[in-house]
């Protein structure tokens, strides 16, 4: 619609004269008041025509709440004192004409929410108000556009983020309460060809019109979803990467010494990553999931360093000192699900029979000694034979040893380790599903 008349006010343009044009400004502007309501019955209510089209979105600051963007205001209205002054005038053969901003009647109109400025007539300098003008129809209808850049405050949500969704509102509305005007859009979306998509964000675009108690309302609404893509490759991947190599851990070899500074290497870049998370989102009230999950997967390398120190602690101990009889019962209970059979250490018991002198001969000795060997090596075949389950073995409680206690705390904290690691793996899956139904 806007176009087809700017392509009947170039037509007009050309049929009319440079004089003829003066003439008609005069004549109109003569006796005219731009403080007063175009209106022949100042009691009736106005109707303002108010539409918005979207250039692209500049920039929107999850931080600060600040969306930045650049569109194109149609304003138009109808003026009785122009169309009455112009249909009874001799210059019925002029189909429009200009007005500087500053000389006619407009319509105060301001962003609600607006973060800086707040009106929609937006000059940053003296050749934009020099250069704003309305142009006028022989029937009164008057429109003028605006190409500005604003800034508006929105409401965040960052529950789900990276995957979030914001919606920011656009809401004009006049700024006198008592101007009886009525603010309308002939549009349903801000939306349009011209629309410069974002890197960033996705846009989507809505249209609203209510009444802010006795105030009329145009609200544009303004839909951004995140594309997550970046983040996720370079925030979420690699936590969860590093999450799951901090689960490997508990496979290098105790005896290696590395363990302790490779945990603690993982757990200062969880911090980092931390870190550079909360530079990323606002301080209010609403946590990200995102934020949790850093925090508890530093919950759980904290914990992965403290289980190593516990069993390096434990595996250094001193033989010689004795193992609490709960830690024994422990290990043994553990031991018996672990179904881990240990073999109990070999005795040999040596045994020297003392033969009288009266008895002593050659064959005697050597009937002897065949005897003695034999019965040493039974001793030493029931004692090297005796490998006992799990269920015999921690029954007396004194074969456990400091270091069967931190090989136990070990499995144990290997197992943990293995589920945190699948708990990840499905976190991954869940994430690459939002990333496809998104």
């Excluded at 004192?81 to 004409?97: G, K, L, V, Y």
């Excluded at 050749?127 to 965040?156: I, R, W």
């Excluded at 004009?172 to 349903?188: A, D, G, H, Q």
């Amino acid at each position: 619609m806007n176009v087809l008349l700017f392509a009947f006010v170039i037509t007009a343009v050309n049929a009319a004269s440079y004089s003829d044009e003066k003439r008609l400004k005069e004549y109109l502007l003569a006796n005219y008041s731009r403080g007063v309501k175009p209106k022949t019955n100042l009691s009736e209510s106005l109707t303002i025509i108010v539409d918005l089209y979207l250039n692209s979105v500049i920039d929107f600051d999850v931080i600060t709440g600040i969306m930045t963007i650049a569109g194109i205001f149609y304003i138009s209205w109808e003026d009785e004192q122009i169309a009455t002054r112009w249909n009874n005038s001799e210059f019925s053969d002029i189909a429009m004409t200009q007005f500087h901003v500053h000389e006619v009647w407009v319509p105060k109109l301001y962003i609600r929410n607006m973060a800086e400025e707040t009106s929609i007539f937006q000059f940053s300098s003296t050749f934009d108000s020099e250069s704003t003008y309305v142009t006028f129809f022989q029937n009164g209808t008057a429109m003028t556009s605006l190409v500005t850049v604003f800034h508006t405050t929105c409401t965040t949500d960052i529950t789900h983020y990276p995957f979030d969704k914001h919606t920011c509102d656009i809401s004009v509305i006049p700024r006198n309460l008592f101007s009886s005007l009525i603010l309308e859009t002939s549009v349903t979306s801000v939306l349009n060809e011209f629309t410069i998509e974002n890197s960033e964000w996705s846009v989507c675009s809505a249209v609203q019109q209510d009444l802010l108690g006795p105030v009329s309302n145009v609200n544009f609404v303004v839909y951004l979803t995140r594309k997550p893509y970046f983040l996720v490759l370079n925030l979420v991947l690699p936590s969860i990467i590093i999450c799951t190599v901090n689960s490997l851990s508990f496979l290098i070899p105790v005896e290696s010494g590395e363990r302790l500074s490779f945990c603690v290497s993982l757990l200062l870049t969880y911090i980092v990553f931390l870190t550079t998370v909360l530079d990323k989102l606002p301080s209010t009230d609403t946590v990200s999931c995102f934020n949790v999950y850093l925090f508890l997967q530093l919950i759980y390398s904290s914990f992965t360093v403290f289980g190593i120190i516990k069993t390096l602690e434990y595996y250094h101990y001193d033989c010689k000192k004795v193992v609490p009889v709960l830690y024994k019962k422990i290990v043994g209970y553990l031991h018996k699900i672990f179904c881990y059979v240990k073999v109990a250490p070999i005795k040999t018991i040596m045994v020297t029979t003392k033969s009288s002198n009266e008895d002593h001969s050659p064959l005697g000795d050597s009937q002897n000694v065949d005897e003695d060997k034999g019965n040493r090596q039974k001793r030493d075949m029931k004692d090297y034979d005796h490998t006992e389950s799990s269920d015999n073995l921690y029954n007396g409680l004194h074969y456990t040893t400091w270091r069967d206690v931190a090989d136990t705390l070990d499995r144990v904290l290997n197992i943990i380790a293995i589920i945190v690691a699948l708990l990840n793996f499905i976190v991954f899956c869940i994430i690459m599903t939002e990333l496809q139904n998104s």
